[in-house]
């Protein structure tokens, strides 16, 4: 039994799960029309990477820097998540080492008390009674127990030597995984500091374009934002999603979470509805001042719609909410989300970075309705 529920525990912590049953063909075809929808998502985002490499080649370094520590961003945080599961397979490792020493503790005890109640039997117990023939029957229930007492005493051994084992095996275990553990520790210290050197490059390509458009009315035309452009690819990302089967248990419609809807991230509010932002064009949505690599989480439930580069935006993701209204989470570092998933309220999306041509690290978000603007700020709760 030790040995079972170890290999068992083993087998948990690295991952090696029996294999699923066969997807019904509800399951398979609902994957299809999501792979299909992707597909149809990344092609638009073709399209419009193809526009703005047209439109010049200030706007192309900017979004291939973006790319670049959105690349870094990724890897980051899946380094980020093998490391958090990693300590949690020692936690787990650890407690299981500690309930095997109690154990062994506690069958010790037991052992040497099942020793010293031999010990007090006397080893010549069996011989006396042998040599006395009036007892006859003492001498059957005595032989019967010496045979018990050693067959539980040779079990308990035994087992104390397959929990010896056993622990053996979860010590190694544990080593392994802490020396795992340090591995990409190490992995990630490097891929920080390549993130900080995309960002650095990034921050180059946007320091090249503010010196070949020194006056803001060409830098705007460089990076500005196309209204038309914009509209025009949130009616066709409802047309492609309108496929793509229902995943969230919350169906409460969104115009019903006004004044409820949750803050994408704590942080205070920079440029409001219909301000002015740094780069001096029209805000609108809201400009949320944090720090980069915060993480963005969705004000509502909903399914992405759109998590690519979008000229004028950055790295973007696009909820849609259903009933025409979406949300927008602009000039973020990492995409952490595809197209096509659902989220729930508060799942993470992005973090917080300044891709765009964006001078600092802020998050701007918009709620549009229809492919038009609102001003988001009566639709969040209070804080």
Same mark, same amino acid.
């Given at each position: 039994m030790p040995r079972l529920l170890v290999g068992f525990l083993t087998a948990a912590l690295a991952g090696i799960v029996a294999a699923a #049953? #066969? #997807?019904? #063909? @509800?399951? %398979?075809?609902?994957? $299809?029309?999501?792979?299909? !929808?992707?597909?149809?998502?990344?092609? /638009?985002?073709?399209?419009?990477?193809?526009?703005?490499?047209?439109r010049g080649a200030a706007t192309r370094a900017v979004r291939e820097a973006d790319a670049a520590v959105a690349e870094a961003v990724r890897t980051a945080a899946a380094t980020e998540a093998e490391i958090a599961a990693q300590e949690t397979s020692i936690q787990a490792l650890d407690e299981r080492r500690g309930a095997m020493e109690a154990s062994l503790a506690d069958q010790r005890a037991q052992l040497a008390a099942l020793l010293r109640s031999a010990y007090a039997l006397g080893r010549h117990e069996q011989l006396k009674l042998l040599l006395a023939q009036d007892r006859v029957a003492d001498l059957a229930r005595v032989l019967a127990y010496h045979r018990y007492l050693q067959a539980d005493r040779t079990q308990r051994i035994d087992g104390?030597?397959?929990? *010896?084992?056993?622990? %053996? @095996?979860?010590?190694?275990?544990?080593?392994?995984?802490?020396?795992?553990?340090?591995?990409?520790?190490?992995?990630?210290?490097? @891929?920080?500091?390549?993130? @900080?050197?995309? =960002?650095?490059? =990034?921050?180059?390509?946007? %320091?090249? /374009?503010?010196?070949?458009?020194?006056?803001?009315?060409? $830098?705007?035309?460089? *990076?500005?934002?196309?209204?038309?452009?914009?509209?025009? /690819? *949130?009616?066709?990302?409802?047309? !492609?999603l309108a496929d793509v089967p229902e995943q969230v248990d919350d169906t409460r419609a969104f115009r019903s979470r006004r004044g409820e809807l949750r803050w994408p991230l704590d942080a205070p509010v920079r440029v409001g509805y219909g301000g002015r932002l740094p780069d001096g064009r029209e805000s609108q949505g809201l400009l949320l001042a944090a720090g980069a690599g915060t993480e963005v989480r969705a004000v509502a439930p909903g399914r992405v719609a759109f998590a690519d580069w979008l000229k004028g935006y950055g790295l973007i993701v696009i909820l849609d909410h259903g009933d025409g209204w979406m949300s927008l989470y602009a000039n973020n570092d990492g995409l952490l989300r595809e197209s096509g998933d659902w989220v729930r309220a508060g799942a993470v999306l992005s973090t917080v970075g300044s891709s765009g041509g964006q001078a600092a690290p802020a998050l701007y978000l918009e709620l549009r309705h229809d492919g038009k603007p609102v001003d988001p700020r009566p639709w969040f709760a209070p804080r």
């Open positions: #049953p #066969p #997807p019904t #063909p @509800e399951e %398979a075809e609902a994957q $299809r029309r999501l792979e299909s !929808v992707r597909a149809q998502i990344a092609e /638009l985002a073709a399209q419009r990477t193809q526009l703005d490499d047209a104390l030597i397959d929990e *010896l084992r056993a622990l %053996a @095996e979860v010590v190694a275990e544990a080593e392994a995984a802490r020396a795992a553990l340090a591995a990409a520790r190490e992995r990630q210290q490097a @891929e920080l500091d390549a993130l @900080e050197d995309q =960002r650095a490059e =990034r921050a180059r390509a946007v %320091a090249a /374009l503010d010196r070949e458009f020194a006056d803001t009315r060409s $830098r705007l035309d460089a *990076l500005g934002r196309d209204e038309e452009a914009i509209v025009a /690819l *949130l009616e066709k990302l409802r047309d !492609v």
